[in-house]
Structures are given as C-alpha cells and as structure tokens.
C-alpha cells in the first residue's frame, strides 16, 4: 500500500489501543462464556470482567456500578435516555430542551417525540459555541421534563457548563442528560457535583472499541424512571435487553483506565500539539479559529478559511492528511456543518472549514508536515481564485 496519509479525525474514531487489543483477545476464545450464565465457571468469569468494566465507568464518573447501563454505543444511550424519559414522563409533561449544536444522535430522537407531539426548544449557542445560561433559564416551562445538553462538542470541542445547567435543572427538578461521548475520560466528569442524571459514553472515541457505550442513570437524589427501547431477556435492570458483549465491555474498561491515568500529561501534549498547528496556520490571513479558545477539548482544532473552496480545499489535503470538513459529518449528508451554520458562519465559510482532531499516536513531526501542507494548500487555491 502507499503511504497512507497522516489521521488527525479522531472525533470520528480512533485505533484501539494495543494495550485495548491485548486485554480484549481472552474473552473472544478462553473466556467467551455469557455474563447471564449463573450456574457455571464460564458464566462467572465473564460476569467478572463485566463487573470490572461496570467499577471502572462508574469510578470515571463518580456513580455507583449498578448506574451503569451497557448499550451499543452513544446512539443508542442517547436514544435510550431521550425517548425513554419521553416515555416515562410523558404524564409530567412534554416539552424538551436542547441545543442547536448537539450531535444528530440527540437531535434526531428529539425530532422523532416532536412528531409524536412533544414540544422541543433548541436552544442557541453563542459566537464561541456555549450556550448562554439566561436562555436556558428563559426557556424552562412548568411541562418541562428533560434537559439535553452535551458536555464537549465533536465538531468545535467546546466544552459546556455541565454543573452550571446541573444546578438550574435541580432546583426546578428536571432531568437532565448529557452526551459526553467526546468527553469520557478526557475532561473531569463528575456526575454528583455536576447534579447530571444520564450521560451517554461510548469507547471508540477514546482508543477502545467500535460497537460498545454505557448509558449512566441515575438511581438516587432522584431515582430516574426509564422507559426500556429494547425489550427481551430483561438484562442492564431491564432497562436495554440482549446479551451483553463481553469482548468488547472488557476493551471499554480497558480504554478508560488508560486515558484515565494518562489524561493529565496526554491533556498538556494534545493542547501543546493543537497550538503549535494553530501559530503556523495562524500566519496566513483569513484563518479563523471555531469555537472557544480555551474551554474546548485539548485534540481539537476548528478553523475556517476565508477565500477558498471547501471541497477543493479538501481534494487538496486528502493525500497528506485525513482530517473532516465543513460538512455534515454524516457522509450520506452534504449540507453544510450545523454546527458551524449555528456560530453564525455563511455556507460557504461553513464548507471552507477543517476539523483537525489530534491524538494520542500524532506526533510533533506529524503536525509539522501538516501544517506546511496545509499553508501550501490554502495559498496556492487562494492564487488560483484570484487569477480566474
Ligand atoms: C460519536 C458521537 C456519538 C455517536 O456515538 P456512537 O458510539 O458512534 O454511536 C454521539 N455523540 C457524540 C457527541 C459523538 O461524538
């Protein structure tokens, strides 16, 4: 194969970490038994692991184990808590907060219960991505049943004011759930002081495996009721059925305990990384940084461009870089970035944008190349426009 180019998207995905891989392997052959299995030795060693991945999530967010709800990923913990509090609290009432710029696993569930008749705010964010506290308090109506607010942003990195909108959806006793896919053991979480009642996690974003999440649901000061999505052998407290995939919970504990241990110093190399890329693109004119500068996610670098073609601009980095535009992030979908249209961007500065997510296999040398890469890149299309 050719040289490959050099991956900075890892807000999409990431590699599993060896040390993921190699925890994993004994539970695909030696300890493939089903945590169900209650009579016998093959059971127990998998309920074991189950139960460790279970301690480790938990410890990570400072819940309690038996909060912690495996599902196949943050889709399906989103899905799970936004129509299953839906369900459960139809009666309280219907209506539902949220924000423009939440991932489409958030806000396709909520368009779903609006055509069943609930009612939806999505809220605003401000110029730098955050969302502004006093339209939140603005929104909050008697019927009010759940709060969705993410915790970091997966296009921006923009990290929101979880114990802030923990507090004022307390003191008004409103449920409030956060997806942290971007977040889980990166940023502090802490589900107590935050007052967060559901958080969506998922492994694949922090070097474990695809296919795997947890949804955290809150059992006390208040127990959270929820409506279960999938129905069958009643496993995860009857809350989301199927038998449970061993392999892979094991690799999400793996993976959390890592980036746990190391997210400290990896926080302090990611951010030295990002603004290192920063200073040199920043030498050209017309560069402008999305979202947040500080209260972002380390990895994460969000710049549009002024005078260049998105999709030029991403022919033209492709060989040297894998890295995400300014488009809809699904790829069956080429409208603009929602997220970026939502910081106020027109179309065509939204499509002129790169999301660099950097990572903990890039090193200086790789941002070095991708930076000169880039500025080569950006000046030769803006030449080309000025000639036509
Ligand atoms: C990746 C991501 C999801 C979807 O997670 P899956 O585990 O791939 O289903 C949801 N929300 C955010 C913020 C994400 O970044």
């Given at each position: 194969?050719?040289?490959?180019?050099?991956?900075l998207?890892?807000h999409?995905t990431t590699?599993?970490?060896?040390?993921?891989?190699?925890?994993?392997?004994?539970?695909?052959?030696?300890?493939?038994?089903?945590?169900?299995?209650?009579?016998?030795?093959?059971?127990w060693?998998a309920?074991?692991?189950?139960?460790?991945?279970?301690?480790?999530?938990?410890?990570?967010?400072?819940?309690?184990?038996?909060?912690?709800?495996?599902?196949?990923?943050?889709?399906?913990a989103?899905?799970?808590?936004?129509?299953?509090?839906?369900?459960?609290y139809?009666?309280?009432?219907?209506h539902i907060?949220?924000?423009?710029?939440?991932?489409?696993?958030?806000i396709?569930?909520?368009?779903?219960?609006k055509?069943?008749?609930?009612?939806?705010?999505i809220?605003?964010?401000?110029?730098d991505?955050?969302?502004?506290?006093?339209?939140?308090?603005?929104?909050?109506?008697?019927?009010t049943?759940?709060?969705?607010?993410?915790?970091?942003?997966?296009?921006?990195?923009?990290?929101?004011?979880?114990?802030?909108?923990?507090?004022?959806?307390?003191?008004?006793?409103?449920?409030?759930?956060?997806?942290?896919?971007?977040?889980?053991?990166?940023i502090?979480?802490?589900?107590?002081?935050?007052?967060?009642?559901?958080?969506?996690?998922?492994?694949?974003?922090v070097?474990?495996p695809?296919?795997?999440?947890a949804?955290?649901?809150?059992?006390?000061?208040?127990?959270?009721q929820?409506?279960?999505?999938?129905?069958?052998?009643?496993?995860?407290?009857?809350?989301?059925s199927?038998?449970?995939?061993?392999?892979?919970?094991?690799?999400?504990?793996?993976?959390?305990?890592?980036?746990?241990a190391?997210?400290?110093?990896?926080?302090?190399?990611?951010?030295?990384?990002?603004?290192?890329?920063?200073?040199?693109?920043?030498?050209?004119?017309?560069?402008?940084?999305?979202?947040?500068?500080?209260?972002?996610?380390?990895?994460?670098?969000?710049?549009?461009i002024?005078?260049?073609?998105g999709?030029?601009l991403?022919l033209?980095?492709?060989?040297?870089?894998?890295?995400?535009?300014?488009?809809?992030?699904?790829?069956?979908?080429?409208?603009?970035?929602?997220?970026?249209?939502?910081?106020?961007?027109?179309?065509?500065?939204?499509?002129?944008?790169?999301?660099?997510?950097?990572?903990?296999?890039?090193?200086?040398?790789?941002?070095?190349?991708?930076?000169?890469?880039?500025?080569?890149?950006?000046?030769?299309?803006?030449?080309?426009?000025?000639?036509?």
């Amino acid at each position: 194969m050719s040289i490959r180019p050099i991956y900075l998207d890892c807000h999409a995905t990431t590699p599993v970490d060896e040390r993921v891989v190699a925890a994993m392997l004994p539970y695909f052959t030696e300890h493939f038994g089903n945590p169900s299995s209650i009579s016998h030795v093959y059971g127990w060693e998998a309920e074991a692991a189950v139960k460790q991945t279970r301690e480790i999530l938990a410890a990570a967010i400072n819940a309690t184990p038996e909060e912690i709800i495996f599902t196949s990923g943050a889709t399906e913990a989103n899905n799970l808590a936004i129509k299953g509090i839906a369900e459960a609290y139809f009666q309280k009432g219907q209506h539902i907060i949220t924000v423009a710029t939440e991932h489409s696993a958030v806000i396709d569930p909520c368009k779903y219960l609006k055509s069943l008749g609930f009612e939806i705010t999505i809220l605003p964010v401000q110029k730098d991505g955050l969302i502004d506290l006093t339209e939140l308090e603005k929104a909050f109506r008697p019927e009010t049943i759940l709060v969705s607010v993410m915790a970091a942003n997966n296009e921006i990195g923009v990290l929101q004011p979880l114990a802030e909108i923990g507090e004022m959806c307390r003191d008004r006793n409103i449920i409030f759930h956060t997806d942290a896919a971007q977040a889980i053991a990166k940023i502090p979480l802490d589900v107590q002081t935050m007052k967060i009642d559901l958080m969506s996690l998922t492994a694949h974003k922090v070097y474990g495996p695809k296919g795997i999440g947890a949804l955290y649901v809150r059992r006390r000061n208040p127990r959270v009721q929820l409506a279960p999505q999938q129905h069958g052998g009643g496993h995860e407290r009857g809350m989301r059925s199927g038998t449970l995939y061993t392999p892979q919970i094991v690799g999400f504990g793996k993976a959390v305990e890592i980036a746990l241990a190391e997210q400290t110093i990896e926080n302090q190399r990611l951010t030295e990384l990002r603004q290192s890329l920063w200073l040199q693109l920043f030498q050209l004119e017309g560069i402008h940084l999305n979202g947040h500068p500080t209260q972002r996610l380390a990895g994460n670098l969000n710049i549009s461009i002024e005078g260049v073609d998105g999709a030029a601009l991403l022919l033209g980095l492709q060989p040297v870089m894998a890295v995400s535009s300014g488009s809809a992030c699904s790829s069956a979908n080429t409208s603009p970035s929602h997220v970026l249209t939502a910081l106020g961007h027109s179309p065509q500065l939204a499509y002129a944008s790169v999301r660099f997510g950097i990572g903990r296999f890039n090193t200086q040398q790789e941002i070095d190349i991708v930076a000169k890469h880039a500025i080569a890149t950006i000046q030769s299309l803006r030449k080309q426009t000025t000639l036509v």
